[in-house]
């Protein structure tokens, strides 16, 4: 009976990370995609502005909205004065999100993202209209491996994602909610301490929360130098 439980208890681990693997590869595809396009000189920045982020992350969703025949509009906002932040871990966060509301919509709607600043906190917002949350599922879409979500075939979602942003939020030292009015809107917010996202001196930097942000960060990076070295070979024959 044990050795039974050992099994299962395997069984379902090796499905977790399958899952997260689906979803780094998910990710890494969108955000190379994206990022190929908005770097010219081919060199990724560990740091932007917020307003690069989110131009970067927006576009990035605005493809994966057309690919999947939604009809979305994206809006964002910023507050001012907010420094360099870190990229790869705010698109992991931001874009588990938002690729979440783009898969829930039905057929239109609107998502906004904000960033904003209050009391050294970090207050990241992404609410969406064209589909809600049950009274009774919200306490539920944080647990790991439940998903609400199925594509056409029916094969169902990882369910990994929500469980994740909530997971990195407290590793970095904040909080994770999610709301909905139970008919036509949904609300994600996340608070994070600005010294876990912003740049630090050399000597008191920290490393990412865990592999999944330095595997982001690898792969895309992996991808971009792979696209300039087939660029310069080209240019050689040329």
């Given at each position: 009976?044990?050795?039974?439980?050992?099994?299962?208890?395997?069984?379902?681990?090796?499905?977790?990370?399958?899952?997260?693997?689906?979803?780094?590869?998910?990710?890494?595809?969108?955000?190379?995609?994206?990022?190929?396009?908005?770097?010219?000189?081919?060199?990724?920045?560990?740091?932007?502005?917020?307003?690069s982020i989110l131009k970067l992350l927006i576009h990035t969703e605005e493809r994966y909205a057309l690919q999947l025949n939604k009809n979305i509009?994206?809006?964002?906002?910023?507050?001012?004065?907010l420094p360099p932040l870190h990229v790869f871990t705010l698109l992991s966060l931001l874009g588990n999100l938002a690729a979440n509301a783009v898969?829930?919509?039905?057929?239109?709607?609107?998502?906004?993202?904000?960033?904003?600043?209050?009391?050294?906190?970090?207050?990241?917002?992404?609410?969406?209209?064209?589909?809600?949350?049950?009274?009774?599922?919200?306490?539920?879409?944080?647990?790991?491996?439940?998903?609400?979500?199925?594509?056409?075939?029916?094969?169902?979602?990882?369910?990994?994602?929500?469980?994740?942003?909530?997971?990195?939020?407290?590793?970095?030292?904040?909080?994770?909610?999610?709301?909905?009015d139970g008919r036509e809107w949904v609300c994600c917010r996340l608070r994070i301490p600005l010294s876990a996202l912003c740049q630090q001196p050399?000597?008191?930097?920290?490393?990412?929360?865990?592999?999944?942000?330095?595997?982001?960060?690898?792969?895309?990076?992996?991808?971009?130098?792979?696209?300039?070295?087939?660029?310069?070979?080209?240019?050689?024959?040329?």
């Amino acid at each position: 009976e044990n050795t039974s439980m050992t099994r299962q208890e395997a069984a379902q681990e090796m499905l977790r990370v399958a899952g997260m693997v689906h979803d780094i590869k998910k990710e890494t595809q969108r955000i190379y995609a994206a990022l190929s396009e908005l770097t010219v000189n081919k060199h990724v920045e560990d740091y932007l502005l917020p307003e690069s982020i989110l131009k970067l992350l927006i576009h990035t969703e605005e493809r994966y909205a057309l690919q999947l025949n939604k009809n979305i509009r994206f809006s964002s906002q910023v507050s001012p004065l907010l420094p360099p932040l870190h990229v790869f871990t705010l698109l992991s966060l931001l874009g588990n999100l938002a690729a979440n509301a783009v898969e829930a919509i039905k057929e239109q709607g609107i998502i906004i993202i904000s960033f904003d600043e209050e009391n050294d906190h970090l207050l990241l917002k992404v609410q969406n209209t064209g589909s809600f949350i049950s009274p009774r599922r919200l306490q539920q879409v944080c647990l790991p491996g439940y998903t609400t979500k199925f594509d056409r075939e029916g094969r169902a979602s990882s369910g990994v994602g929500l469980s994740y942003v909530q997971q990195q939020a407290q590793a970095l030292g904040g909080s994770f909610q999610i709301e909905s009015d139970g008919r036509e809107w949904v609300c994600c917010r996340l608070r994070i301490p600005l010294s876990a996202l912003c740049q630090q001196p050399r000597a008191e930097a920290s490393p990412l929360p865990n592999l999944r942000d330095a595997a982001l960060r690898d792969a895309a990076r992996a991808a971009l130098e792979e696209e300039q070295q087939e660029n310069n070979a080209k240019g050689e024959f040329l």
